[in-house]
């Protein structure tokens, strides 16, 4: 009877260590279990972190862009600063660049004008002089305001004198130009000077 109840013992320590493994699993289970819902939660707290790096990143990058466009700017208003400057000191150039050859014409006109008496070869001289400088000028955009038998015009005349008595036929209209008005391209730089009809 000894012996059965060793047997009745050994069998029970066998079953406890057999349940006891059971248990193991069962808490190895459940330790993983929390294991993965504490990676979960960690899970959610390094997406929660990634927004605002993100949101950081984004804000850096929107600044660099920002510093970017304002130094660009800066750098274009002073390269405009410049150029306009320049354009005022030499915009004329090119209008005196080819206007140059019409002073080596009248410079060449008056050192042969001292060597002739003859005045028809001076009027000559300078009649080419005059239609070489209003070639260059018309290459240029420089036309004259036409006034001959033309309807007075506040656009273009500036009235210096009114003539009586003309009738009715030169009433408003141009009878003399005192000054040559001049227009550049459309814009009148100079009105002309005239006298009108009344």
């Given amino acids: 009877m000894a012996e059965k109840d060793i047997n009745i013992e050994d069998e029970e320590i066998k079953e406890e260590q057999a349940a006891e493994p059971v248990a193991d699993d069962t808490d190895k289970q459940s330790d993983k279990q929390s294991d993965e819902v504490a990676d979960h939660d960690g899970g959610e707290a390094t997406e929660e972190q990634d927004p605002l790096a993100e949101a950081q990143a984004q804000i850096a990058d929107l600044k660099d862009k920002y510093l970017r466009q304002v130094a660009e700017f800066d750098n274009y208003r002073k390269r405009t600063l410049k150029e306009r400057a320049e354009l005022i000191l030499n915009g004329g150039e ?35 002089i005059y239609q070489k400088l209003m070639k260059t000028l018309e290459a240029q955009g420089v036309n004259k305001i036409d006034t001959q038998d033309a309807d007075f015009d506040t656009n273009l005349h500036e009235a210096v004198a009114l003539v009586p008595g003309m009738g009715d036929d030169k009433k408003g209209k141009v009878i003399d130009c005192m000054a040559t008005g001049y227009k550049l391209n459309d814009k009148v730089i100079r009105y002309a000077k005239v006298a009108v009809g009344q």
């Fill in 94 to 128: 090119k209008t005196i660049i080819a206007l140059l050859p019409v002073i080596d014409d009248m410079e060449r006109a008056i050192a042969n004008g001292q060597k002739t008496d003859d005045p028809e070869v001076l009027r000559e001289g300078m009649t080419l």
